[in-house]
């Protein structure tokens, strides 16, 4: 999220977490009112225009939340009134910031509860288990596919077996695509988990399964790497033949024999 935007938006969450923590597991329904009002903004141009409108009086424009919010959490309201205050570089940062405080609010709902950890390894397993399962990750991404048959199909494969919040969070995942893909969006989800855990979050893909003493050594050498604790996520492909492709962030080391092979081959070719 670009300058003024990102000054926003952090502004709003040092505003927010004190409310996060004091709500409990009660902020499950602050965030889940938050993602609501994205929808909102993503399904109406106007409003959107509106809301982020700079020229136009910030009070109007809190007005206008306060009179379409009228049935939700006082605590929203304020956020969002707040939120349209502010000034953001383009009008779909208003819509990205108050998902990103959505996601927060649902995360904070299972720290509060001690189930965060629980939450972040959930959703990594709910990635994993698509792998291989190709029309499945096609319709849980596919935003022709009617959003309840998608919402269904989450439901199939997490409801019952998974914290509510993984199930929330899924469900949103597929429900509302806002130009993401499923399985990335869990991901992003995942990442946030970790930042509220102060750990940065590795993705790891092998060729077979390391060991835990293994998985133990990468950990400690990236933790040295990054100065903040890793939480290693681990796949394992045989396809990539030997070694390891690790991404944290934008960062990745692909050390892999497929890798290297293409790589080999792109020197020969040219």
């Known amino acids: 999220m670009r300058g003024t935007s990102g000054a926003s938006l952090k502004a ?7 409310v996060l923590r004091a709500a409990g597991a009660d902020a499950l329904t602050l965030g889940e009112q938050l993602l609501t009002v994205v929808s909102a903004l993503d399904d109406s141009a106007a409003l959107r225009r509106s809301l982020a409108d700079p020229s136009r009086d910030g009070d109007a424009k ?21 939120l349209v205050r502010s000034r953001w570089a383009d009008e779909s940062d208003l819509a990205d910031a108050i998902e990103r405080l959505g996601v927060d609010a649902v995360l904070a709902s299972a720290e509060a ?3 965060l950890e629980t939450v972040e390894d959930e959703l990594f397993r709910i990635s994993r288990s698509l792998d291989g399962q190709r029309e499945a990750k096609q319709v849980l991404s596919d935003a022709t596919t009617a959003p309840e048959r998608r919402v269904a199909l989450v439901d199939a494969l997490v409801a019952g077996k998974a914290d509510e919040v993984t199930l929330s969070l899924a469900r949103r995942a597929t429900a509302s695509l806002r130009g993401r893909r499923f399985v990335q969006t869990l991901g992003w989800f995942g990442e946030i988990a970790a930042e509220r855990r102060s750990r940065l979050v590795a993705t790891v893909t092998s060729a077979t399964v390391l060991t835990r003493a293994q998985q133990d050594r990468l950990a400690a050498i990236l933790e040295r790497s990054y100065g903040r604790s890793v939480q290693l996520n681990v796949t394992v492909d045989p396809a990539i033949v030997g070694g390891l492709r690790i991404q944290v962030g ?4 692909d050390s892999t024999v497929l890798s290297r092979l293409a790589d080999a081959s792109r020197r020969l070719a040219g």
């Not at 709003?12 to 004190?18: I, L, M, S």
């Not at 919010?69 to 707040?82: I, M, Q, T």
């Not at 934008?250 to 080391?253: F, H």
Request: proline share 3%; charged share 25%.
């Open 250 to 253: 934008a960062d990745v080391v």
């Open 62 to 82: 809190a007005g206008l939340v306060a009179s379409l919010l009228g049935g939700f959490d006082e605590r929203v309201v304020d956020l969002v009134s707040g």
């Open 113 to 115: 509860r001690g189930a």
């Open 12 to 18: 709003a969450q040092e505003r927010f977490e004190p």
